[in-house]
């Protein structure tokens, strides 16, 4: 059955929209904060056309799946991966509704979701369900735009999350380190 999310993101995508590239500042704090994977299993929520995803996988040596709820950014993705076999595991999931006893791996030593928790309309059940699949002394990296880095009468400022949503993610977590990219933050947050 076709999910309000996807019903919402697949004609974006199919249409053509495409997002924010991560940069080299990007890839090198991913780096800093996730280390390594050496085969261990990642999942990249919301996914989109899959860079991350694919980083994670060719670059950091994670074994990652990547899940997005629009079908045609998951096409988008295995069409990207021209890196070596095998590439990452994609599945068409919605996180906020969908069984998520359908992911390939019980818990994931890193978790990660990139300008994808703006979009998230319950995100104290996004968070409850994200500390479920990560693994004890997992990674959970989240990038997102915060507010105040643009001008008020920018139009893209909607896409910033609110002071109280930059609290809520970070709340109850162990650790907690970030790091700022122009109108970006990263967030490192470990149980
Ligand atoms: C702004 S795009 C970011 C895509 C990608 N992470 C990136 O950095 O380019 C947000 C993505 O989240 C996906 N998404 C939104 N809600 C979702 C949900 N409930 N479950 C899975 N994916 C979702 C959308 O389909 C879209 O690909």
Redesign the pocket.
């Known amino acids: 059955m076709t999910?309000a999310?996807e019903s919402h993101?697949d004609p974006l995508?199919a249409g053509g929209r495409r997002?924010?590239r991560m940069t080299d500042t990007e890839s090198a704090l991913l780096a800093e904060h996730l280390g390594p994977g050496h085969g261990r299993p990642a999942l990249?929520?919301?996914?989109?056309?899959g860079?991350?995803a694919r980083h994670l996988h060719h670059v950091l040596g994670y074994r990652t799946t990547g899940?997005?709820?629009?079908p045609s950014?998951l096409a988008l993705a295995a069409d990207e991966d021209t890196g070596p076999r095998p590439g990452p595991t994609w599945q068409r999931?919605?996180?906020?509704?969908d069984d998520l006893s359908q992911l390939p791996d019980g818990a994931y030593a890193v978790v990660t979701c990139?300008?994808?928790y703006r979009?998230?309309d319950d995100k104290p059940a996004f968070l409850d369900r994200v500390r479920s699949v990560l693994a004890p002394g997992g990674t959970f990296w989240v990038v997102a735009e915060v507010v105040g880095r643009r001008p008020e009468s920018d139009p893209r400022a909607y896409l910033a999350i609110t002071e109280a949503e930059a609290e809520l993610l970070v709340s109850g977590w162990s650790v907690v380190r970030t790091a700022d990219l122009d109108v970006l933050r990263c967030f490192a947050l470990r149980p």
Do not use: K
């Open positions: 999910s999310a993101w995508w997002y924010r990249d929520i919301g996914c989109g056309d860079e991350l899940i997005d709820c629009s950014a999931l919605d996180f906020a509704a990139r300008l994808v979009w998230m």
